[in-house]
């Protein structure tokens, strides 16, 4: 399991910061993640466009 701990000062610099809580598809694992591009993050997992969780 790989956590990261992000900084207030660094949460603070992205323009829109959305924390977001996804699944998958067996519903049985929860992933947090937090980006400053929500469409775009989604539509990585979903299309599984990135190595590791989606």
């Known amino acids: 399991m790989v ?3 992000y900084s ?3 949460i603070l610099r992205l323009k829109s910061p959305a ?3 996804t699944t998958n598809s067996h519903n049985d694992t929860l992933y947090i993640g937090l980006t400053s591009a929500l469409v775009k993050r989604i539509y990585q ?3 599984k ?3 590791g969780f989606s």
């Open 19 to 21: 924390i977001y809580i």
């Open 49 to 51: 466009l990135i190595l």
């Open 45 to 47: 997992h979903k299309n």
């Open 8 to 10: 207030i000062k660094w």
């Open 3 to 5: 956590t990261k701990v």
